[in-house]
């Protein structure tokens, strides 16, 4: 079946540095795709989403590039912070909501 | 208002209880949604309403039975639960201005941690 994935369980970076989580699917009609942060606790908070007809987006220090030709996209942290330590989903939004796996970023200070 | 709230934060039922999850947005959002979340996994989707009618089940067993009393409000009726049925829930809303009710960003509550004795 159709299926969203990441390829990296667990992300550390050096505070300061720039991170970079990335997001493989699988259904070459999707067409609209959402990153959510998870801090433990809480409900997933909407980062940044990007649709289609887009290879970039920008957001205040965060940056979505979606490659449509091998179907991948990506999520770039600037200058990570201890604040974004947290678990990162992408999703697919292509008839219902599917999240990818989820990466863990850790932040080291 | 953007805040999706959910009631209990917490619940520890045993399987032959009933209880019910609360979920409640004051967005507007003409589409809600039921998440299951186990430890260390993704969100997964359990129930979609859209405009107050159910329009997904993601063939969930009949011991969950949600609810929509009306735009705002959606419930989630649990009854004979089983261990593995402990998870965090999440409650979601989305703005349903397209054809395509999740065609928009979700607004997730903080969840309510369930424990199934």
């Known amino acids: 079946g159709e299926s969203v994935g990441l390829h990296l369980p667990t992300l550390s970076v050096q505070e300061g540095d720039n991170s970079i989580i990335n997001c493989a699917y699988s259904?070459?009609?999707?067409?609209?795709f959402i990153w959510y942060k998870q801090e433990s606790g809480k409900g997933p908070q909407f980062i940044i989403d990007?649709?289609?007809?887009?290879d970039k987006r920008q957001g205040q220090r965060v940056t979505v590039l979606l490659n449509k030709t091998v179907k991948h996209l990506s999520l770039q942290i600037a200058a990570t912070q201890p604040g974004d330590s947290a678990v990162y989903f992408c999703a697919d939004t292509y008839q219902k909501v599917t999240f990818g796996t989820g990466t863990k970023l850790q932040v080291i200070p | 208002d953007t805040e999706v709230t959910q009631t209990p934060k917490h619940l520890v039922m045993g399987m032959t209880n009933k209880k019910s999850l609360k979920c409640e947005q004051h967005?507007?959002?003409?589409?809600m949604y039921w998440y299951k979340q186990k430890a260390k996994k993704p969100p997964e989707l359990m129930f979609v309403y859209s405009y107050e009618k159910l329009s997904i089940n993601e063939s969930v067993p009949s011991r969950f039975s949600p609810e929509c009393p009306n735009s705002s409000l959606l419930n989630l009726h649990l009854h004979a639960l089983q261990p593995e049925d402990s998870a965090l829930y999440l409650c979601a809303s989305s703005g349903g201005t397209s054809g395509r009710a999740t065609y928009n960003e979700q607004f997730f509550g903080p969840g309510t941690r369930l424990t199934v004795l």
């Open positions: 990007i649709r289609s007809n887009m």
């Open positions: 967005m507007g959002h003409r589409a």
């Open positions: 259904n070459s009609a999707s067409d609209y």
